[in-house]
């Protein structure tokens, strides 16, 4: 008997009262299991303490036969439980339903949602995060890791955490190393030296870990030039340790997919520099063959390995791949639109990229991550005005839409584009209605107007939300994003 996945819950007045007097919004809930358990007795009822509801109530107390399952899910990983001050609320929060429940069901989270692939260095706090749990009355554990192959070193983490929850006292550097030398063979040592040097530069450059971060987050620290390069010699010496071993090869390279991942995305947020997919040289835009490599070699291993997703939103290899290399394609030369000024009736939400319109027009185009070169509106529509400076005569506008479901982000229900020689009339060139209500979408959506032997140097877009969440989306009702990049003026 769970709530749903989101923050809304019920504000009668029933509910409100109970509230009120239980001091959380828990009450309600457990007042409906103990309810249920009544009519029960037999079976157990669990129930959630989730986000608004973690705080435990103040005076009802959960039927024994009512479980209750304890999430972590706001906390950050970089320390254990106990060491960790950030932490100090659920501490509270799970000492409280001790005193009150003697079943608590803990469910926590080691995985980056958003960035699976990506590396993740949260081995040290396993064993004492679930030393900790047992210490206060959790008969039940949960964790929800990256156990998907391809995963920052899936293999490894359920080994250990399933030998953690048989027994919380092992020897963990023991079991770590024991399954090293089993599963990498000769290239254990280079692998163990990662992993110990990602721990400690964790700890030097005291990051925090968050489950649904991105990479960009630690590019000056964790992910720094010189780390990644010190990171990247020792998968080179791993690999080199088992070139004459096919089997472990491949799961060398399997293993490397993380740092090659989170290299990738910091290119993308670095488009035009020393660690971006680009330099420029002379006024032209020069590809970084070693980056354009890495993707050959990601994709590659993600194929052989037939790795099915890169994050929590299904995403899979194919499609990250492909609009990574979308994106790298540049639309600078020949691309009129370039670096030409953007106007909105209502400005995009300063969460991404600031709320700053250049992006539309920066000659890049948006992956399959919000976070990187996409501009985002919530529950409104807007009216875009770009200004090409002199008259043009190109053939070609385009425009692209963003589309991740769990994330509230749907396309627009349609994009209308007009252009004008003076700012004022305004020749209509179409309208496109995306159908449906859109319940399984392409990532990324394109808008494409044709413009036949007409000058022109405004192109009005306009673009009408969906508004709200549809009834599938399990906030249905709810206002829903849509996020856009990169307008295209070409002949």
């Not at 163990?192 to 700890?203: D, F, G, Q, V």
């Amino acid at each position: 008997m769970s709530q749903n996945d989101n923050f809304s819950y019920c504000h009668c007045e029933n509910c409100t009262q109970i509230i009120e007097e239980e001091g959380s919004p828990a009450g309600p809930i457990i007042h409906l299991a103990n309810t249920i358990a009544n009519h029960f007795p037999d079976k157990i009822i669990s129930t959630l303490a989730y986000q608004y509801s973690r705080k435990a109530p103040l005076k009802t107390k959960p039927r024994v036969n009512v479980e209750v399952m304890l999430c972590t899910i706001e906390l950050h990983r970089q320390e254990s439980i106990e060491r960790n001050p950030e932490s100090a609320e659920f501490k509270k929060d799970m000492e409280n339903w001790g005193k009150i429940c003697s079943n608590i069901f803990l469910w926590d989270y080691t995985i980056n949602f958003n960035h699976s692939i990506s590396p993740f260095p949260n081995l040290h706090i396993l064993q004492p995060n679930i030393q900790f749990f047992t210490r206060n009355h959790v008969n039940a554990l949960f964790e929800q890791s990256n156990s998907t192959k391809g995963y920052e070193f899936a293999e490894l983490k359920a080994y250990l955490l399933s030998k953690l929850m048989w027994n919380p006292d092992l020897d963990l550097q023991a079991e770590t190393q024991k399954f090293l030398e089993s599963y990498y063979g000769k290239a254990s040592s280079h692998i163990a030296a990662y992993l110990n040097i990602l721990e400690t530069a964790l700890k030097e450059t005291r990051s925090k870990l968050w489950i649904y971060e991105h990479p960009v987050t630690h590019q000056n620290g964790l992910f720094s030039e010189e780390r990644m390069a010190l990171y990247n010699t020792l998968f080179d010496q791993a690999e080199e340790a088992v070139r004459d071993n096919p089997e472990l090869l491949n799961q060398v390279q399997l293993a490397r997919l993380p740092i090659q991942y989170a290299e990738m995305e910091i290119a993308s947020n670095n488009m035009f520099s020393k660690r971006g997919w680009h330099e420029i040289v002379n006024g032209k835009t020069i590809p970084n063959s070693r980056m354009q490599k890495m993707v050959d070699a990601f994709e590659q291993t993600c194929i052989r390995n037939q790795v099915a997703t890169v994050n929590e939103a299904e995403l899979s290899p194919q499609n990250y791949i492909s609009s990574l290399r979308r994106m790298i394609d540049v639309h600078i030369e020949g691309n009129t639109a370039f670096s030409k000024l953007v106007t909105a009736t209502t400005p995009p939400d300063k969460k991404y990229q600031a709320g700053d319109l250049s992006y539309l027009t920066n000659g890049v185009n948006g992956a399959s991550d919000y976070n990187i070169h996409w501009l985002g509106w919530f529950g409104t529509d807007t009216e875009l005005i770009l200004d090409l400076d002199s008259l043009v005569t190109s053939k070609n506008i385009s425009l692209n839409s963003l589309w991740n479901g769990k994330s509230w982000i749907l396309h627009p229900e349609q994009v209308s584009c007009s252009i004008s020689a003076d700012g004022i009339n305004y020749i209509p060139m179409g309208s496109i209605r995306v159908e449906g209500e859109q319940q399984k979408e392409d990532p990324i959506r394109n808008y494409h107007f044709l413009v036949e032997n007409t000058p022109y140097r405004f192109v009005k877009i306009t673009i009408n939300g969906t508004g709200k969440l549809f009834n599938w989306h399990p906030s249905a009702g709810e206002p829903s994003w849509f996020f856009l990049d990169e307008i295209s003026v070409r002949n």
